[in-house]
């Protein structure tokens, strides 16, 4: 049966280094970027409410059909709040959760001297302490309650937490309910 990871976390948390990496040690799996979605789907996007609640059960819906034609998918989005990741587990039979938990400091950190990749916007840290809506800065990030893996990426090598989804993931049993 295929499988759906989702790869969530704050913004610079490290979901596109991680699900690049993924994907390259598993070459099956077709990447959902919620960056790249969102640039096709809304080209001016607002970030309101309604505009990530219709993104995020989209990107839900699009790997759920995947799915159901036989591939796996790696969702790389914050997904910031848990009712969009729940959609995913109640929909979605063989769904994972991998939690990337770093420090709001680090991530601004990180994203600051992030190049352009994967379509992700730039300079969201200080955009989000201008006022735009931002996970984590001025919009909620409810982390997850019970993730599959949880990854402390400020202090976990790239190498080291990819094997750390393989062996929960590729390795293991069943999802949990």
């Given at each position: 049966?295929?499988?759906?990871?989702?790869i969530?976390g704050?913004?610079?948390?490290g979901?596109?280094?991680?699900?690049?990496?993924?994907?390259?040690?598993?070459?099956?799996?077709?990447?959902?970027?919620?960056d790249?979605y969102?640039?096709?789907a809304?080209?001016?996007?607002?970030?309101?409410?309604?505009?990530?609640?219709?993104?995020?059960r989209?990107i839900?819906?699009?790997?759920?059909?995947?799915?159901?034609?036989?591939?796996?998918?790696?969702?790389?989005a914050?997904?910031?709040?848990?009712?969009?990741?729940?959609l995913?587990?109640?929909?979605?039979?063989?769904y994972?959760?991998?939690?990337?938990?770093?420090s709001?400091?680090?991530?601004a950190?990180?994203e600051?001297?992030?190049?352009?990749?994967f379509?992700?916007?730039?300079?969201?840290?200080?955009?989000?302490?201008?006022?735009?809506p931002?996970?984590?800065?001025?919009?909620p990030?409810?982390?997850?309650?019970?993730?599959?893996?949880?990854?402390?990426?400020?202090?976990?090598?790239?190498?080291?937490?990819?094997?750390?989804?393989?062996?929960?993931?590729?390795?293991?049993?069943?999802?949990?309910?």
């Amino acid at each position: 049966m295929a499988k759906t990871i989702w790869i969530t976390g704050l913004p610079g948390s490290g979901k596109s280094t991680i699900s690049e990496e993924l994907k390259k040690r598993h070459p099956e799996f077709y990447v959902l970027r919620m960056d790249e979605y969102r640039r096709f789907a809304t080209p001016e996007p607002t970030y309101s409410d309604e505009e990530r609640e219709i993104a995020y059960r989209s990107i839900v819906y699009i790997a759920k059909l995947l799915n159901e034609f036989g591939h796996d998918v790696i969702i790389d989005a914050t997904g910031n709040m848990r009712r969009w990741r729940e959609l995913a587990r109640k929909t979605i039979p063989e769904y994972y959760e991998v939690y990337l938990k770093c420090s709001p400091e680090e991530c601004a950190l990180r994203e600051a001297k992030r190049r352009k990749r994967f379509g992700a916007p730039s300079n969201i840290y200080l955009k989000g302490k201008a006022g735009w809506p931002v996970p984590g800065v001025n919009v909620p990030y409810e982390e997850p309650l019970n993730p599959e893996v949880v990854i402390e990426t400020d202090r976990t090598p790239l190498d080291r937490a990819v094997d750390m989804i393989e062996e929960r993931i590729f390795r293991s049993q069943p999802p949990c309910d």
